[in-house]
């Protein structure tokens, strides 16, 4: 999976951006699977056939794009000003270094003044230049921008960086992929794009696949951090089956049955509420005449900073219970 993802992590991704990233995905996911293709919203989504003549469709689900930055306007001295896409921590992003699609590279700065520092207007990129002029020869309006993505490795099977989010939910459903051999019901991996802006492309791709059940693959938050809001999920402690969020409420006999198939398969396994926050779970689970809904999370620190952390025994959790889930069904 850490190798899947070092892959992976420098193919900037920004919400509407995904193409290069997804491209690279299917060339490695396509050994795997019977066909790939790409709908009109650009989600990538990658299908092995089931062997039965009825054959349900199962749609496994985690999103390519991740949150970033848009240049709105150049300044006469030659900074570029700002909108965020996604929900961008300004307490993390400030003071820290951004590369643009095309490989310029700059810093995220608040304004001098500036006394609450939440909001995009009190943000500027600074790439060096001097002028307006020698800036418009690197940047346009329009261009996007990431903080630097970066992953290392920690201690025991705990990793660091970004853009983990959902980068190793995408590394799930590759392991996943490469580790199922075969199903009497089709099986879709969708990579899904725009999810941080309003889980938007796994909508579209709901709608072509009409899935019988499906299951997301995202991060959620923790409870066990300094001064972090009570919630029973822990890092390290395996798969987070999600029961609700601020979105959805995930199908009640597919969250009892994915218990079952941990506790029969002795998968770690935690239940997650989320008190806020949303995944493409929502936008699947109402799409077409709607769908048996659910996900599995990956606990995540520090979500939507530089220094996403994760723990790659809970991917692997959620990606045996899954295979665990299929098999089932
Ligand atoms: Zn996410």
Redesign the pocket.
């Known amino acids: 999976m850490y190798n899947f993802l070092k892959q992976l992590i420098g193919i900037t991704s920004v919400s509407g951006r995904e193409a290069e990233l997804l491209e690279k995905i299917r060339t490695l996911v396509s050994p795997y699977v019977d066909e790939c293709s790409f709908d009109n919203l650009g989600n990538l989504m990658a299908l092995k056939k089931g062997t039965d003549e009825n054959a349900k469709n199962i749609m496994l689900c985690a ?1 390519a794009d991740e949150i970033g930055f848009m240049a709105t306007y150049i300044e006469d001295n030659g900074y570029v000003r700002i909108a965020p896409i996604g929900g961008i921590n300004f307490v993390s992003a400030a003071y820290s270094k951004v590369v643009f699609e095309n490989g310029t590279k700059g810093v995220i700065v608040p304004e001098s003044k500036c006394s609450d520092g939440k909001k995009a207007d009190n943000y500027y990129v600074d790439i060096g230049a001097d002028t307006k002029k020698s800036a418009e020869k690197k940047i346009k309006v329009g261009d996007v921008a990431v903080c630097e993505a970066s992953v290392d490795k920690l201690m025991g099977k705990r990793i660091v960086g970004r853009p983990l ?2 980068r190793i ?1 995408c590394a799930v459903l590759f392991d996943i992929a490469r580790n199922l051999t075969e199903s009497k019901n089709n099986v879709w991996f969708v990579f899904s794009t725009q ?2 802006v309003g889980c938007r492309g796994a909508k579209t791709a709901a709608n072509k696949i009409v899935p019988d059940y499906a299951l997301v693959f ?2 959620t938050g923790t409870g066990d951090t300094i001064g972090a809001s009570p919630m029973a999920v822990k890092l390290g402690e395996g798969a987070a089956v999600k029961i609700k969020d601020a979105s959805v409420i995930c199908d009640h006999e597919t969250v009892e049955t994915l218990i079952e198939l941990a506790k029969a398969n002795k998968i770690p396994y935690q239940c997650e509420i989320l008190t806020y926050g949303g ?1 493409d779970t929502s936008s699947i689970q109402v799409s077409g005449i709607g769908a048996r809904a659910a996900a599995l999370s990956i606990p995540s620190r520090y ?1 939507h900073s530089s220094v996403e952390m994760v723990d790659l025994k809970d991917a692997e959790a959620c990606r045996d219970l899954a295979l665990a889930f299929i098999n089932n069904n």
Request: net charge negative; no cysteine.
């Open positions: 999103h989010d959902d939910g999810e941080e995202d991060v995944t979500i």
